[in-house]
């Protein structure tokens, strides 16, 4: 598709993945016109990973945001496409992870590739074997759609040589960028070029002593034994140093686009000064940043100072993850405990605004600016959305002291008996993650204060309001604006004060959900009986 052809920007639904979309879709236009008779291939996208250790919320916050993009590129040219997984499993194995068995093993295999160092689960050929199968069927978890690539076998197979012997042709033009960027020691011994050692299998990180374009050939000498060998940079005999590799994969495969985080701005710059080297073309990419933790330091998995896929999963379903990855990718944020339950309802509200606007409009820029609509890939529908927001699941258990899903349960169903886990999967999933995250998070932290003499007389005044309610199902509405006028009366400014009160009085936390619709759901006479319960508590201390 031509320039011309594509949306104009302004009929662009505002949703950043459109805007990475239209520029592949210009760089795909470009490598199009720049390719003598056309160039029909899809559009590559592909993301990157180091099979050192376990997938982690970065590989999926990577491949996530590569897959929207490529989503918003589909609906915004036709066009085909395709996502590579690339998997670095020839890179050499630099230290031992922390969370394996058979450390004192691995410790021998230092300076090998990852493909070649044995499996410390012993369930699969190698280290990078099983790292690989692990990656797979996290990404197949998720459902994403892509294809898997190891660089191991992209080596061997000889499916890197031609670009690989454009390597040796271009070397003293590669070296003339790189070495500026190291220091005077790495600078000696540099090359793009890594061979490995015929006899023990290392990666070697040598100087050249001789480059040979013509035979496809480098010369180096062992350091250790200072014997000289001739190796083919074909057939998987050689690897390329990462930021060179990552040039020459580029080059190789026609990679249209790849984002990557803030801490590789300059690697990012100067594979791409590789890749013109090389007669390629960079491609599109978006630069995300990085997450920090709960004090705004940035997270390091040696450190383990973050959140794991795996505990984000025990206290929200995946599409609250899949949210916190789609809201302002160029912008820090937090990844914390905390952010879990704010997120789970920011996820909530767009599902249901969604279901709104499929059935206004199913092909509507609205709908497609919807971080739901990428979530769900598109199948939006009420099986995604929930009647009850999770922050009121959280309050809910908080004051039943909710130790299994049935407490939550019997209060729902009182509620709307309508309602029930088979008619509605998302609810069934967060009340399973609200008494998950209450027991972990929310009961350690409870502090219930003392009302002041202004807030004993509203909370009195309330409940009194509350025992001359009237009407058999409760109107969340009709209580909140009951709540409202009793916060008036008694003279708070600003109201929110008044609703802080409410929180830390009755609840025992610092924020809590609209209070009319706690109340509908906890049941009109139960909040009376925690009002009173916490007026007497006070007298009593």
């Not at 790189?178 to 020691?185: A, H, S």
Request: proline share 7%; hydrophobic share 40%.
């Amino acid at each position: 598709m031509s320039e011309s052809q594509t949306a104009p920007v302004s009929d662009l639904p505002r949703a950043w993945p459109f805007e990475e979309a239209r520029k592949l879709a210009d760089h795909v236009a470009q490598r199009d016109t720049a390719s003598a008779g056309g160039d029909a291939r899809p559009a590559l996208l592909e993301t990157g990973y180091g099979p050192s250790g376990l997938p982690h919320i970065g590989t999926f916050g990577e491949v996530a945001r590569t897959s929207w993009v490529r989503q918003a590129y589909t609906a915004l040219t036709g066009r085909p496409s395709r996502l590579l997984a690339f998997s670095d499993d020839m890179d050499a194995l630099r230290k031992v992870p922390d969370n394996v068995p058979q450390r004192e093993m691995l410790e021998k295999f230092i300076g090998q590739p990852l493909s070649r160092v044995p499996d410390p689960f012993g369930t699969h050929d190698s280290f990078a074997a099983h790292n690989n199968a692990r990656l797979r069927a996290f990404l197949d978890g998720f459902g994403f759609e892509y294809e898997f690539a190891s660089s191991t076998d992209y080596y061997t197979s000889g499916r890197f040589d031609a670009a690989l012997k454009r390597v040796l042709e271009v070397h003293d033009e590669i070296l003339a960028v790189i070495l500026p960027t190291l220091g005077p020691d790495r600078r000696a011994t540099y090359s793009p070029v890594l061979p490995l050692h015929p006899r023990t299998g290392e990666v070697m990180q040598v100087k050249m002593d001789a480059i040979d374009p013509v035979a496809g050939t480098v010369r180096w000498t062992d350091p250790a034994s200072g014997e000289v060998f001739e190796t083919p940079v074909t057939g998987g005999h050689a690897k390329m140093q990462w930021k060179a590799d990552w040039a020459m994969r580029w080059y190789a495969l026609g990679v249209d686009y790849e984002m990557s985080g803030k801490d590789l701005i300059d690697s990012v710059r100067l594979s791409g000064r590789i890749c013109k080297i090389l007669g390629g073309t960079a491609p599109a990419g978006l630069t995300y940043e990085l997450f920090l933790d709960d004090k705004g330091q940035k997270i390091s998995k040696s450190k383990g100072n973050g959140l794991s896929v795996e505990e984000w999963l025990r206290y929200a379903p995946p599409e609250s993850l899949g949210q916190f990855m789609f809201n302002q990718p160029q912008r820090a944020k937090r990844l914390y405990f905390d952010v879990i339950p704010k997120t789970a309802d920011d996820y909530l509200a767009h599902a249901e605004k969604a279901c709104t606007q499929q059935a206004q409009n199913p092909t509507g820029a609205e709908l497609r600016a919807n971080p739901a609509w990428f979530i769900l890939k598109g199948q939006v529908g009420p099986q995604a959305c929930s009647p009850v927001p999770f922050g009121m699941l959280l309050n809910l258990a908080s004051v039943a002291n909710a130790d299994t899903p049935e407490v939550l349960w019997g209060f729902i169903r009182r509620y709307d008996a309508a309602v029930s886990p088979e008619t509605h999967p998302m609810l069934a999933c967060l009340v399973k993650h609200a008494v998950a995250y209450y027991a972990d998070f929310v009961r350690p932290a409870k502090t219930f204060r003392a009302p002041t003499d202004m807030e004993r007389a509203a909370l009195a005044d309330l409940a009194e309001c509350l025992r001359g309610y009237e009407g058999d199902a409760p109107d969340a509405a009709a209580l909140q604006n009951l709540v409202f006028e009793v916060g008036k009366r008694h003279g708070f400014e600003p109201l929110r004060a008044w609703f802080g009160c409410l929180y830390e009085v009755l609840l025992g936390q610092k924020e809590g959900p609209r209070f009319g619709g706690f109340v509908a759901l906890y049941g009109v006479g139960e909040t009376i009986a925690l009002i009173d319960a916490a007026l007497l508590r006070d007298r009593q201390d």
